[in-house]
């Protein structure tokens, strides 16, 4: 169907990568979200345009996109045929934590080598059995990656407040959800000026970023080959349509359907 989105996902078993996400994306735009991990991408076709942290990006195929754990973003294509694209997700300890403010300042890296490498390394972990050459490749792309943001690094830890503190708090409670009134009254706050302090932190608000956490989890059940009939519990979705509806907004096509592609 003309305008539907494709996508292949799947867990490749290579210690340093949590999934591998190729998608061509024509008319589906990303909402605001947020992961834990890094996510790592190049496009293979189109132009894809993106907010993070509040300020406006593009890309092109010449580029790589770097996009920093916990930091808010969204994307949406920039051409009539859409964007064809290629992820990796990393875990957050991937790379060093002090690496996320150089990223979320610089997350297009104009740096062909790398992008090759990236492409090879794609190229790899489609043939299964082959995760030591993907593990090797692996090592010399974080090796450029720091070569890139460790001149950038700010040697401090980030002011902590309130909102960060309902961040842990959500966290804790992805599955199990949290009422606004005793996350108010666990950190001695106003409901209001908890959501409004959390909203202006991270440039979305606290129930968003608990949906999309419920839906990365979904994400990692779906390609561990849990049922995606029984993953909506599990993750603290009401029922399957709740899931399904969440899931489609954030990836364009459905639970069954992003399990079911690789």
Do not use: C
């Given at each position: 169907m003309?305008?539907?989105s494709e ?5 490749p078993?290579?210690?340093?990568i ?5 998608a061509?994306f ?8 947020t992961?834990?991990v890094?996510?790592?991408l190049?496009?293979d076709?189109g ?5 993070l942290d509040?300020h406006e990006?593009?890309?092109?195929r ?5 996009l920093p754990?916990?930091v808010?973003?969204?994307g ?5 045929r859409?964007?064809r694209?290629r992820?990796?997700y990393?875990?957050?300890?991937a ?8 990223a979320t300042d610089?997350?297009?890296?104009r ?5 090759n490498?990236?492409?090879?390394l794609?190229?790899t ?6 995760e030591?050459?993907?593990q090797s ?8 990656l720091?070569?890139?943001l460790?001149?950038d ?6 002011d902590?407040?309130?909102a ?8 804790s409670?992805?599955?199990a959800?949290l009422?606004?009134?005793?996350a108010a009254?666990l950190l001695h706050?106003?409901p209001?000026?908890?959501v409004r ?10 129930h968003?970023y608990?949906t ?9 059940l779906?390609?561990a080959?849990v049922p995606a009939?029984a993953?909506?519990?599990e993750?603290g979705?009401?029922d399957q349509?709740?899931?399904t ?9 459905s639970p069954?359907?992003?399990?079911g592609?690789?």
């Amino acid at each position: 169907m003309a305008g539907e989105s494709e996508i292949t996902a799947w867990s490749p078993g290579v210690p340093g990568i949590s999934e591998v996400f190729h998608a061509h994306f024509v008319q589906h735009a990303y909402p605001v979200h947020t992961h834990t991990v890094w996510t790592l991408l190049i496009l293979d076709d189109g132009v894809l345009q993106y907010d993070l942290d509040r300020h406006e990006h593009g890309t092109l195929r010449s580029q790589v996109v770097l996009l920093p754990p916990h930091v808010p973003h969204n994307g949406r294509t920039a051409a009539p045929r859409g964007f064809r694209k290629r992820v990796l997700y990393l875990p957050e300890d991937a790379l060093d934590a002090r690496l996320i403010g150089p990223a979320t300042d610089q997350p297009n890296l104009r740096d062909p080598k790398l992008a090759n490498r990236i492409s090879r390394l794609h190229d790899t972990l489609a043939v299964p059995g082959d995760e030591f050459e993907a593990q090797s490749r692996l090592a010399f792309i974080f090796e450029r990656l720091g070569t890139h943001l460790r001149r950038d690094v700010i040697r401090r830890e980030p002011d902590r407040g309130l909102a960060d503190d309902l961040r842990d708090l959500l966290d804790s409670r992805v599955v199990a959800g949290l009422p606004l009134d005793e996350a108010a009254r666990l950190l001695h706050a106003d409901p209001t000026h908890l959501v409004r302090a959390f909203s202006r932190r991270f440039s979305l608000p606290p129930h968003l970023y608990l949906t999309g956490r419920r839906v990365e989890l979904a994400r990692r059940l779906l390609l561990a080959g849990v049922p995606a009939a029984a993953v909506a519990t599990e993750v603290g979705f009401y029922d399957q349509s709740h899931l399904t509806r969440h899931f489609k907004r954030m990836l364009g096509v459905s639970p069954a359907r992003f399990a079911g592609r690789r």
